[in-house]
Every structure is written in C-alpha cells, then in structure tokens.
C-alpha cells in the first residue's frame, strides 16, 4: 500500500507541476497561478492520500451488493486505489484546464 501511495503522490506532483508549467507559459497572474496551481496539488496530492488512508472504505465499496462468501483479491484493491488517485490527478488538471481558458475564472 505504501508504494500505491507513493506512486499516486508521484503522479499527483507530475499534474502539479503540469499545470504550474502552464501557467508560467501562458502567462497568468501570481495570484491566478497560486491559486490554479494550489487547487491542484490539494486535489490531486491530497485526494491520492485520502485514497490510500480511506482503502478500507473502497473495499467495502467494492463488496457491496456481492455474495458475502466472496472476497476481493488484494490486486483487485490495489488496482482500484491506483486508478481513483490516477483519476484524481486527471481530473483536477481537466478542471483546471477548463476553468482557466472557458470559465467564469478564465484569464482576461
């Protein structure tokens, strides 16, 4: 677990730094970049490790509605902590790329 988190903290900065590199290029104010670039590291870093603190809640995410004999394999959990920080990250850069060029938040 202590590796997905790792991982999911890497990708998390990568986005960060994504977006704090577009930022600079494009030109935004100071205070536009802080607050773009703030948004996604809490969102994405941030929402990595609430994953990987809250695996207990995602497995019984995923045992709901099922047989309770059956059980749900440790790569299975594994890949679904990988995958929700993994979205998390693309999501946060998705908002910001939307919200900085067409939102009410857009750049003058």
């Not at 290029?25 to 929402?47: D, N, Y």
């Not at 004999?69 to 990250?89: F, N, R």
Request: no cysteine; proline share 3%.
């Amino acid at each position: 677990m202590v590796v997905l988190a790792i991982l999911n903290l890497a990708v998390g900065l990568v986005a960060t730094t994504v977006v704090a590199v577009d930022t600079h290029r494009r030109g935004l104010s100071t205070r536009m970049q802080a607050g773009w670039i703030g948004f996604v590291a809490v969102s994405s870093i941030g929402g990595s490790v609430a994953v990987a603190a809250g695996d207990a809640g995602l497995l019984r995410l995923l045992q709901f509605g099922r047989d309770p004999m059956l059980v749900v394999t440790p790569v299975q959990l594994l890949a679904t902590v990988l995958i929700a920080g993994v979205t998390l990250s693309a999501l946060a850069v998705l908002a910001y790329g939307f919200g900085s060029r067409y939102g009410p938040l857009a750049a003058a």
